[in-house]
Each structure stands twice: as C-alpha cells, then as structure tokens.
C-alpha cells in the first residue's frame, strides 16, 4: 500500500538505532544525576539548532518537546505571561492570570491555516478558544499580511491586547510559509509576541535551496520545530525554542528532590525549569547522533529529494485532464482533485463526494492512503486531496502512478 497522506516520516535507521539505546538505558532528565550526559548532550544540541534557526546561542534556551503541540502550548504560555505581566505593571502570577477586568481581553492572532494546537493552547491557558482571532489567508493558505495589520489595529480600537501573533513556517495541508518578517515587524509595533510554529516548515533550514523560505525566523520569540517530520526521527522530536533565555522565567520550578539551588551552583544543572513535562526521555540523543552521522548537507539532500518528488508530482497532477492541482509545491506536500467528466457542468457538491469516496475506496481496497482536507471558506466546492511526500528514497514513478491509481478509483466511483 502506498502511504502518503500524513506528515509522518520513515526514520533513518541511525536514528532508530539511537532511540533503541536510549530505550534500554532509560534515562530521565528531570535531574542531572538521572541523566548527567543526555542533560550535557541536550544543551549541547539546544545551541547548534538556535544557530542553524539564527539565534544567539548564548542568549537563546529551548528543550526538546512531545512536538508541535506542546511546543506552541509552551511558546503561547510564555507569551502569555510576558504579555499580560507587563500589561498589568507586574509579573502574572504562576498559578494563574490576573483576575477579572484586571487586563484588557487577550486575543491571538493566527491564519485561518494554523494548526488547530493554537485554539487548543489558548483554552488550557485560561483565555478561551474564542481568544483566537483567525486571519485571512490568500490562495497558497499564506497569512494575509495587510489582514493582519487591520487585525491588529482592530484589537487597539476595540480595546484588546494581542497577546501574540502566531505564524506559521510549513502549514500542514500545502507547507505554506507566512510572511515572517512582516509577521514580526507588525507584532513588535503592536507589543506581541511572535511565535512560529515551524513543525513542518522548520526542516527547510536543513537546505540551501529551500531555507531561504525561512527569511526572518531569527526574529521570532519563540520557535516549534520537530525533527520527526522533515528530519526522519522516530517520534517523539520535538524542539522549542525562545529568542532570549530570560523569557523562560516564569517556567521556572525548583523541587529540592530534582534540582536544589545549591546543586545547581555547584555545577550540577537541570532542565527541570525548561519542560512541562517531569520525567522525560533523551530524545536528544538519536538527533544529536543523526546530525553527528549525516550532516546538515546530508540531511538538506534528503529534504531536497522530497520536495523533487512533490515538484514531480504536481507536474503529473498538472499535466493530467481528469486532475487539477490547487497550487505548486512548497515544500513537499501538495494539494489536488480529481475532476469528474462532466466537470464544467458538475455540481461541486458532487465532486466533494467524488473526491472523498474515491479516498475511501482506496483505503478499503488497500490500495493507498492519501490525505483529504477542506480550503477555507464556505459552501461546497472545497474538498481537496493531499499528498505529503516524505520518503526520500521514493521515486517520481511511483508517484506518478499512485496519481494515475487515484484518477482509477475516481472513475470507479464515476461507474457506480
């Protein structure tokens, strides 16, 4: 069966011989005497991918993170706090915010393409989902840069504080990349916290080719990347990052059983402070090894080759009569559908239903597994598939005939 619908990666066999060894050894980095050299070996990587992002990495901090979830949970709980702290004149307290009409109404802002980690952070934070204020997108599912400034002044009219911009660097469904340095320029003018939820988008770093996509990152407060998408980790590798190590502060914890004061100022340091979780495996170790073994310019070739693939896949899509591509591959995922044969004439609920029952044939024949989504919007007319393509070592052909095997189960549910 042919895979391709999700952004799960075949792990490179370095990397799963690393996890291996990590799994029999089963550290814990909730202390240092748990975990001395993974605590060393995560600081030590923490540094290289604040570089490869652009920040200081003496002024940067992070910690490996489940993935993109918990990472912009983390990015938009600093914000929060660091926002409405200075908003209220103080520092918000650490179980909680301050209390009622003590602050304006927090808002965040985010594309209508964002993941939808973004409303749930924003309900385990306290703010509610409604907090979240989406901003248009244009047809690449790109946020709006001038949608985003009127949202922005719309929260200063309307008396809101903008907690946060959160742009996205790789969106799920096409790898779109938000105007970053005009995401962060509209953000500091309207005192905001720049988070980029760079999961996908954030294995563009790895090639000359396609980091410049990427313009701009430095310049964000805080960063998601995850390494089991475009860096071929077994799950879980995750990574978050912020720009300047003194933002972490309020999630700080001292337990005097993990990480006790005088510990730390003699030279026994924890990551305690850095996590929301407490106990919590080396993950570092199977990255550090994959870096170590291939490189960045290893690793950039694989994402070169994936993102070939996409480009060769949209040319078939594009080339095809019954196939209609919705626009060109950014980085390696693309959206498509199929057309019926009457598609001038064709009711677009109809070719809704098509595009998602020929999906389902294929998975029940056992035949492949392709993405399916919605564009935004409203009405009929916007269901699309999706290919994400993340196995380097999958040729053009094969995805030329997967194409050609979805434009068959089109016309077998023509047939019926």
Request: net charge neutral; glycine share 8%; proline share 6%.
């Amino acid at each position: 069966m042919a895979c391709a619908a999700h952004l799960h990666c075949p792990p490179l066999a370095v990397a799963v011989a690393a996890d291996l060894a990590v799994s029999a050894l089963n550290p814990s980095q909730d202390s240092w005497d748990q975990a001395p050299a993974a605590t060393a070996l995560e600081t030590l990587l923490l540094k290289e991918l604040a570089r490869l992002v652009g920040y200081d990495a003496e002024l940067a901090a992070g910690v490996l993170t489940s993935g993109g979830t918990e990472s912009n949970l983390m990015g938009l709980m600093l914000a929060r706090d660091r926002v409405l702290g200075t908003a209220t004149g103080r520092q918000v307290e650490l179980e909680g915010l301050p209390g009622p009409g003590a602050s304006p109404r927090p808002r965040i802002l985010a594309s209508a393409s964002a993941h939808f980690s973004v409303q749930r952070a924003a309900a385990l934070l306290g703010l509610g989902e409604d907090a979240v204020l989406p901003v248009p997108v244009d047809r690449q599912l790109r946020m709006k840069t001038d949608a985003l400034a009127a949202a922005l002044t719309g929260c200063a009219q309307r008396g809101e504080l903008p907690v946060a911009v959160v742009a996205t660097a790789g969106t799920t469904d096409t790898g779109a990349v938000d105007p970053l340095r005009a995401c962060a320029a509209l953000a500091a003018e309207h005192g905001a916290w720049l988070h980029v939820d760079a999961a996908y988008g954030g294995g563009a770093l790895l090639s000359d080719r396609l980091a410049p996509l990427l313009d701009g990152l430095a310049l964000a407060d805080s960063v998601s990347l995850d390494w089991h998408k475009l860096g071929w980790q077994p799950a879980a590798a995750g990574v978050f990052l912020v720009r300047r190590s003194e933002t972490y502060a309020s999630l700080a914890r001292r337990a005097v059983y993990l990480n006790p004061a005088d510990d730390e100022e003699a030279g026994y340091p924890s990551l305690l402070g850095l996590s929301l979780r407490t106990t919590r495996r080396a993950d570092a170790f199977k990255i550090a090894v994959t870096l170590r073994t291939l490189g960045r310019a290893g690793l950039g070739r694989l994402v070169d080759a994936c993102h070939d693939l996409a480009v060769a896949g949209a040319r078939t899509v594009r080339n095809h009569p019954r196939l209609e591509l919705h626009a060109e591959p950014v980085l390696t995922a693309f959206l498509f559908r199929y057309l019926p044969s009457d598609a001038t004439n064709a009711d677009p609920t109809d070719t809704d239903a098509i595009n998602a029952s020929l999906r389902r044939r294929l998975l029940r024949e056992g035949r492949a597994v392709i993405g399916r989504t919605e564009l935004p919007g409203e009405g009929p007319g916007r269901v699309r598939l999706k290919l994400t393509l993340l196995n380097p070592h999958t040729t053009p052909a094969q995805v030329d005939r997967l194409l050609h095997t979805v434009v068959a189960a089109g016309l077998a549910e023509e047939a019926q």
